[in-house]
């Protein structure tokens, strides 16, 4: 591996008694300050220096103590986190929420909140909590690396809206509970993130409120329920989507025409499954019914893999393997060990030198950014007939390890085969170039 530093430099400095003295009464007076103010409890970490005009400049983190009395939204006894209520001027009440916590505004425009979730009764399948608990680990690992804060919900919030439905009562109560956060994240159970150096490009949605994988022809040439999939996507806090929710839940079991919808929905999508409307269907039912409400707002994303299907993604998994671990060896940089708070850096490296303009989709040469185990049903193990045996759990495992990899090589150590949970193999210092 190549070896890094720098080249030394010497240099005088000359200083008066007195700007030694100065500087060392500043020292003082700031370790003092330190000493006291780590140890205050109304302790917020804010540095005010000068600018080399004389201008104040000021460096704050988020202040988590602070909570002003006076009234603001939360006071309003009106105000409901239920699913069935709806929520009015949202968009003001987030804006007076910043005003009296302003620590919170800087770089909230692209501040995610990871939302995902499962059943609080134990697994059927006799691996599921097992799988469950791993692809938990797998959100969490994902969001520690990209600074996301994540939430996990293991119970219905409605107990009519169960199944796929259970995430709407989530995803609005998320909302509500962190004005802070211009995203909202929801990511299936059984999603798995398998490029971890991948980031959504958050700059091109900008127009947009909700991002959802799709494609607009199989939506308006040619109908079908799986147009899109409303088991990955993002979106945006603000009064748009409280008002989509309202409308989204309206086909659900909340509804007092609920039974009404399936049939709707199946008389328009002619190969949807099964015969009660769910979620998915219900959303590319708003995009086919009222293009021009929707769709403007709606960012259907193809061109990488915001969710993709697992069924030809994991065969890959050997090929891109080899694939990444080629521009390791090809450059040093890739290779050279580093904190685990810092990996972004080396993520847009590899996507400058190796990657530009890929963003993973079907032929890229980057990994799949989510596989989606869709069908395989983890929890219950009722998956789709059509997948032999234990195809589901055992192509989940190794997707699991793939991703797995990618974090634990920052710890010293991968899996040697992904086929198998453990043992882990630690790593030579110039792996891969040194071989194991």
């Given at each position: 591996m190549?070896?890094?530093g720098g080249a030394k430099t010497k240099t005088t400095v000359c200083l008066s008694d007195g700007a030694i003295f100065l500087a060392g009464a500043f020292l003082s007076l700031t370790l003092v300050w330190s000493y006291f103010s780590l140890f205050s409890p109304s302790f917020t970490f804010t540095f005010t220096g000068l600018r080399h005009g004389g201008e104040p400049v000021q460096c704050s983190g988020l202040n988590m103590q602070l909570d002003p009395p006076e009234p603001g939204f939360y006071d309003d006894p009106d105000l409901s986190y239920s699913i069935e209520k709806s929520i009015t001027n949202w968009d003001e009440k987030r804006h007076q929420w910043f005003k009296s916590h302003p620590s919170f505004k800087p770089g909230s425009e692209n501040r995610i909140l990871m939302v995902t979730g499962s059943q609080s009764s134990p697994c059927k399948n006799p691996i599921g909590d097992h799988l469950l608990l791993r692809c938990f680990k797998n959100k969490v690992d994902y969001a520690r690396i990209h600074g996301h804060e994540i939430f996990y919900s293991n119970a219905l919030l409605h107990p009519k809206m169960n199944s796929y439905w259970a995430k709407l009562p989530v995803v609005k109560a998320a909302m509500l509970a962190h004005?802070?956060?211009?995203?909202?994240?929801?990511?299936?159970?059984?999603?798995?993130?398998?490029d971890m150096e991948f980031k959504p490009p958050l700059h091109r949605y900008r127009q947009h409120n909700l991002v959802v994988h799709g494609w607009p022809n199989i939506i308006y040439d040619k109908p079908s329920w799986t147009a899109l999939n409303a088991g990955?996507?993002?979106?945006?806090?603000?009064?748009w989507s409280m008002d989509l929710i309202d409308t989204w839940k309206s086909m659900g079991p909340v509804s007092p025409d609920y039974k009404k919808w399936g049939p709707i929905q199946r008389s328009i999508f002619k190969d949807k499954l099964f015969p009660e409307s769910d979620d998915q269907t219900a959303l590319?039912?708003?995009?086919?019914?009222?293009?021009e409400l929707y769709y403007p707002k709606i960012y259907l994303e193809g061109e990488y893999y915001l969710q993709g299907y697992w069924i030809g993604v994991v065969d890959g998994f050997a090929n891109v393997t080899e694939r990444y671990l080629e521009m390791e060896r090809e450059d040093d940089t890739l290779r050279r060990r580093h904190a685990e708070k810092v990996s972004e850096r080396y993520g847009a490296f590899r996507g400058e030198r190796f990657l530009k303009g890929e963003f993973g989709g079907r032929g890229s040469r980057r990994r799949a950014f989510v596989t989606h185990f869709t069908?395989?049903?983890p929890c219950s193990g009722d998956h789709n007939p059509s997948y032999d045996g234990d195809t589901c759990w055992n192509e989940m495992i190794r997707a699991l390890n793939f991703a797995d990899n990618?974090?634990?090589?920052?710890?010293?150590h991968v899996h040697s085969d992904l086929s198998k949970t453990s043992p882990l193999q630690p790593l030579p210092f110039d792996y891969p170039n040194e071989a194991w």
């Open positions: 190549g070896k890094y004005p802070e956060a211009e995203w909202i994240w929801w990511v299936d159970s059984d999603a798995i993130f398998t990955v996507f993002l979106i945006r806090n603000c009064q590319i039912y708003l995009l086919y019914k009222h293009k069908g395989c049903q990618q974090v634990m090589r920052v710890y010293g």
